[in-house]
């Protein structure tokens, strides 16, 4: 039995800490905040240097055209032959069109805490803080007196956007289409008490699916403090209506780990699109938002599902993230996974060097990689590695002989070094092996097999010139898109889905997010998927770059 005198003593104790390490703090943030208003100062100083070093050399220069400075007057020269003048906004289309926002007036938008009490979270994994609690499930958001939260850094504004066309040239046209800038809004139209969610991953795998399945459910739940459910949605579309695939309720405890993971946690599938039967499954469990994740084809399922609920009356936002290991999807720099994806493709450049290097006579290493239309992993990963001596992809013609032939241009770089490395995108060559008229679920079309072809062709050229070839083939396709995120795609899967999340509790509906100029922006998916799936610019820098390393005939068409 614990005495009174002793349970003073322990609180007692408890209040001394407790005030010794508020005051700790409170003494880091003042020195914090004194370095930090150093460093301001500092700056300001610096730039009011340059300032005056800049209107100096002004006021000596000769020229008319010469624009006096003022302290609010940028730094630099004005161009009189490059201008914008127009912008034209890409509209996402908004759900305050046909309903009222489910919050009340004066609602603030604020990034949900997590209190710090003296209660073990449950379950606690061993090095886990005791301290730490997620806030009880009583306090309400909406109440002023039990509110939580932190204010964030930057609220999107209306009409802030992020241009297209960054690149000016003097004489262009002065107009530019421009994206909205995706973001946490000031005014929310779900309101986090009542909003059901649902998530669902469709077409082939990608590097970073479960990042995006975790942070959607995180920021719903944690930032956003939803108190309805987030349902995954198995197996793709299927998982709507399907008895075989049954949902399944995420929450922060069960996807905590899954972004250290390859593939989906809630496994994926082609095909299976049935309208009416997935807007019933949305109208059934009272679902407010539905993220889907996929290409260009699963987006344009997404549309007819946005369309189908508005059909109805449905208040749902629905939501896209672009998800192409092929890096096709318009628009958009580029899609998550793409550079795990050319990351994991360097380990089989390095051993089909290696087979070649190491293999007489005429040692060839030929590997084949994804690539349907696009061949911008092929040419990314020729790139990365330096160790390529030809890259093949679905946009530049393959020509086998010749004064531009591939196979002498092979011939040649093994009589020079010893042995060649090869890179073939999975759709190239088509313009010699024919296309075929099979498809797969998706409607996609089955290719050739060029990485056989391209190795019976290797060995056939090099019998003709009366020597023999080695040549070893290696198809790690299926490999570079079922790895994990490596980092980059994991902050960009952050970004992403934090931003879809941001977009859906807005109000807006029938988009997508994605990175333009690397800012994030929300995209009408009918604009997305209408040049899609796109294809590497054979006259553009990188197919240029690819030559330079590669020194590989050119066989673009001029």
């Known amino acids: 039995m614990v005495h009174s005198c002793c349970k003073e003593e322990t609180a007692s104790l408890t209040g001394i800490a407790l005030f010794t390490g508020i005051a700790a703090t409170a003494a880091l943030a003042s020195r914090f905040r004194s370095k930090k208003v150093e460093r301001l100062t500092e700056m300001k100083k610096a730039r009011q240097i340059a300032f005056d070093k800049l209107q100096r050399t002004q006021r000596s220069a000769e020229k008319k055209d010469v624009v006096p400075l003022s302290e609010n007057t940028p730094m630099g020269i004005l161009l009189s032959d490059v201008k914008i003048d127009q912008i034209y906004l890409w509209e996402v289309e908004h759900l305050s069109k046909n309903f009222k926002s489910e919050l009340p007036n004066g609602f603030v938008n604020v990034m949900q805490d997590i209190d710090y009490n003296s209660n073990p979270a449950p379950n606690a994994p061993p090095g886990f803080l005791p301290s730490f609690s997620f806030r009880d499930e009583s306090s309400h958001h909406l109440d002023d007196d039990k509110k939580v939260g932190t204010s964030y850094n930057k609220l999107i504004s209306t009409h802030e956007c992020i241009i297209a066309n960054i690149v000016r040239k003097p004489g262009q046209s002065g107009h530019t289409k421009a994206f909205i800038r995706a973001g946490p809004r000031e005014n929310l139209h779900f309101n986090p008490q009542t909003v059901n969610a649902a998530i669902v991953t469709c077409g082939g795998l990608c590097p970073g699916l479960n990042n995006v399945i975790r942070e959607i459910t995180n920021s719903l739940i944690l930032m956003y403090g939803i108190k309805g459910k987030v349902y995954g949605i198995r197996g793709g579309y299927k998982g709507f209506y399907d008895p075989a695939y049954q949902p399944i309720v995420?929450?922060?405890?069960?996807?905590?780990?899954?972004?250290?993971?390859?593939?989906?946690?809630?496994?994926?599938?082609?095909?299976?699109?049935?309208?009416?039967?997935?807007?019933?499954?949305?109208?059934?469990?009272?679902?407010?938002?539905?993220?889907v994740i996929g290409g260009d084809g699963t987006h344009r399922g997404a549309f007819r599902i946005h369309e189908g609920c508005l059909a109805k009356g449905l208040n749902v936002s629905v939501a896209g993230i672009p998800k192409t290991i092929d890096n096709d999807v318009d628009y958009i720099d580029r899609s998550f996974g793409f550079q795990s994806a050319v990351e994991a493709a360097q380990e089989a450049i390095r051993c089909a060097k290696v087979e070649a290097s190491c293999n007489l006579p005429n040692g060839i290493g030929i590997v084949k990689l994804m690539g349907r239309s696009s061949g911008f992993i092929a040419a990314f990963a020729t790139l990365g590695s330096g160790d390529v001596d030809l890259?093949?992809?679905?946009?530049?013609?393959?020509?086998?002989?010749?004064?531009?032939?591939?196979?002498?241009?092979?011939?040649?770089?093994?009589?020079?070094?010893?042995?060649?490395?090869?890179?073939?995108?999975?759709?190239?060559?088509?313009?010699?092996?024919?296309?075929?008229?099979?498809?797969?679920?998706?409607?996609?079309?089955?290719?050739?097999?060029?990485?056989?072809?391209?190795?019976?062709?290797?060995e056939e050229y090099f019998n003709k010139m009366g020597e023999t070839a080695t040549v070893k083939y290696i198809d790690p396709s299926y490999m570079v898109r079922s790895v994990p995120a490596n980092a980059a795609d994991s902050l960009y899967c952050t970004q992403l889905a934090q931003n879809a999340v941001h977009g859906a509790m807005a109000g807006f509906t029938g988009f997508s997010v994605g990175l333009c100029n690397n800012k994030l922006v929300l995209l009408p998916i009918p604009n997305l998927v209408a040049t899609s799936p796109r294809m590497m610019r054979t006259t553009g820098r990188t197919w240029e770059r690819v030559l330079a390393t590669t020194r590989q005939p050119n066989t673009v068409p001029v």
């Open 391 to 458: 890259c093949l992809v679905p946009e530049v013609p393959t020509v086998l002989e010749g004064d531009f032939g591939c196979l002498p241009h092979i011939y040649k770089c093994v009589k020079q070094k010893g042995f060649a490395v090869i890179v073939v995108a999975e759709g190239a060559g088509e313009d010699i092996l024919g296309e075929s008229t099979e498809t797969d679920a998706s409607g996609n079309k089955k290719l050739p097999a060029i990485g056989e072809f391209m190795k019976k062709a290797t």
């Open 250 to 291: 995420l929450t922060p405890e069960l996807v905590e780990d899954i972004h250290h993971k390859g593939g989906t946690m809630l496994s994926s599938s082609r095909g299976g699109f049935d309208l009416d039967k997935i807007v019933g499954f949305i109208e059934k469990l009272n679902i407010k938002q539905l993220y």
